[in-house]
């Protein structure tokens, strides 16, 4: 089965918002709903389709003029583990007149939301993709006969708000990212090349050093792809409750990455699979850091599957 690479976010004009945005992003009221907001500001409708729908009756969610109505797609995993938020579709009416619009999102192939909706002026849709996956989205205007489509793959999620906007400009329906530009220290999104190799260090620069000699070694968490199928894997490093590492890579076969971990503490390290779910935790403890060297090794196997274990020299060190 072939895997897809990376998606990057095709057909998007990337733009920016103002820097400087150092909250959560919305509130939990818009990235847990499954379903309208408020019913006083929104109601379904049955209406006669026309000669080009699937269906002879589209069910409209309306939303009022100057309302939102937000849904939520995926379970929200997001808001568990790592340094990651959802990214957010939105569907703008900026006009004078109503607004007859769909949306669509495919999650990995497979149909997680579609629902059709007249908005009045000023009004809005907005979906929050709350898991790490890869989605296609897909607006449709019916009484223009216009479609825009985006994919959106785990280079979508970063520690910032990214917020993908389908809006009619000019006449067109155009897809428009739009995201906040705080660094993300420790968040790494990475397509690693079939037999290559990358490393990375909690709290520093992307290449490893080499510690001194009163110093412990540093722990590696290392995520390896020996598989002939390309696979995306998480690495997550917690410590206290939070995550200074947070990398997502797509090792195609025979790929790695390594990521070093040189400051004693105790640790909790996962690896996930994003393509099939699994995943695999170990955990480091402050006191094993000393002069041995010691790696977390998360295998993936030909299903997708992860396996972890931990492997260390046997030097006897000084005191």
Known sequence: MERRAFLGTAGIALSTLAAGCASRAPSADDSTTRGPTSDET????????????????????????????????????????????EHLLVVPNRGDGELVASLAVERDGEASFDRAFALAPGAAVRVSLTDLARFDATCELPERNASESVALGPDAFTCNVQRTSFALRNGDLTAQTASTLMACPGVVTEHVPAGDATTATVGGPTATTEPEPDEPAPHALVAENPTDETWTVRLLVER????????????????????????????ALSATVVESGDAATETVAASSFDCNQRTTAATVGEDGTVDAATVSTLLACPE
């Not at 929104?42 to 937000?70: F, H, I, K, L, M």
């Not at 947070?246 to 990521?259: C, F, I, K, N, Q």
């Open 42 to 85: 929104t109601r379904t409708e049955t209406t006669d389709g026309d000669a080009n729908e699937a269906s002879p009756e589209t069910e409209r969610t309306r939303v009022a003029a100057g309302e939102t109505v937000s849904f939520a797609v995926g379970d929200g995993s997001l808001a568990d583990a790592g340094s990651r938020r």
């Open 240 to 267: 206290d409750g939070q995550y200074p590492f947070d990398g997502v890579y797509a090792l195609e076969p025979g790929a790695s990455a390594s990521v070093s971990i040189p400051e004693p503490a105790d640790y």
